[in-house]
């Protein structure tokens, strides 16, 4: 079945740090990939509509300047979070569905943050 | 907000059948009815997706009320494994479409 692939899956680093999380679709193209944060005991919130080869689409309340989108291929997706801070620690996953069909979405395993 | 409203908790028996309900009343006619579950600290897992025809895979069984208002996953031999929350998500079928989750039901299989 279609697999979506998210790295790294768990990252710790100092405030004021920029981390790269990678989202792959293995064996689909994906022209749209979605980015979701999960904060503990809560459900999973979208923050952006990844496009290939055009600019992301925002949920409102999300700085796009600080979580930076780059889809540049239909199959992969990254997204940056540029000067971390203890909030922005949270759960970090990706989802990505067969643009050329009918097919459901696949998540990525995701990716743990932690801001010290 | 979500589209649909599930209890948000229920537990089963190991090896019992668990039936997971779910109401979307207000649900159009080219969307379909999705349901996706989250084992701890993974990503959401797809589970199975209709329309209004009840559907069987390897992992479950849908069952859609004919007004489609209302729907169940059964999972007909519960195992510890499936202890996870459920998701049930109404959308259209499109690789652009987004996937929008309520609070879902935490299911939990004891032994």
Request: proline share 4%.
């Amino acid at each position: 079945g279609a697999v979506v692939s998210q790295h790294p899956s768990r990252v710790i680093c100092k405030s004021g740090t920029s981390v790269k999380i990678e989202c792959r679709s293995l064996d689909f193209q994906a022209t749209t990939m979605f980015w979701y944060r999960q904060f503990p005991k809560q459900s999973l919130m979208l923050m952006a509509t990844s496009n290939e080869g055009s600019k992301a689409t925002y949920e409102q309340g999300v700085e796009k300047d600080k979580f930076l989108i780059n889809h540049a291929s239909l199959t992969l997706s990254t997204l940056t979070v540029t000067s971390a801070h203890p909030e922005d620690s949270s759960f970090y996953i990706c989802s990505a569905g067969d643009s050329y069909s009918n097919q459901p979405q696949h998540f990525g395993d995701g990716t743990r943050l932690s801001i010290l | 907000d979500a589209k649909t409203t599930q209890p948000p908790s229920m537990d089963c028996a190991e090896g019992r059948a668990a039936n997971l309900p779910c109401n979307h009343s207000t649900i159009s006619g080219n969307e379909y009815v999705y349901w996706y579950r989250q084992i701890h600290s993974q990503g959401p897992q797809y589970i199975i997706h209709g329309l209004k025809n009840n559907e069987t895979n390897e992992m479950a069984s849908l069952i859609i009320t004919e007004d489609r208002k209302s729907s169940t996953l059964i999972l007909p031999h519960a195992t510890l494994r499936d202890t996870a929350v459920y998701y049930c998500i109404v959308r259209v079928a499109s690789g652009y479409s987004t996937l929008t989750f309520g609070k879902g039901t935490m299911l939990l299989v004891s032994p």
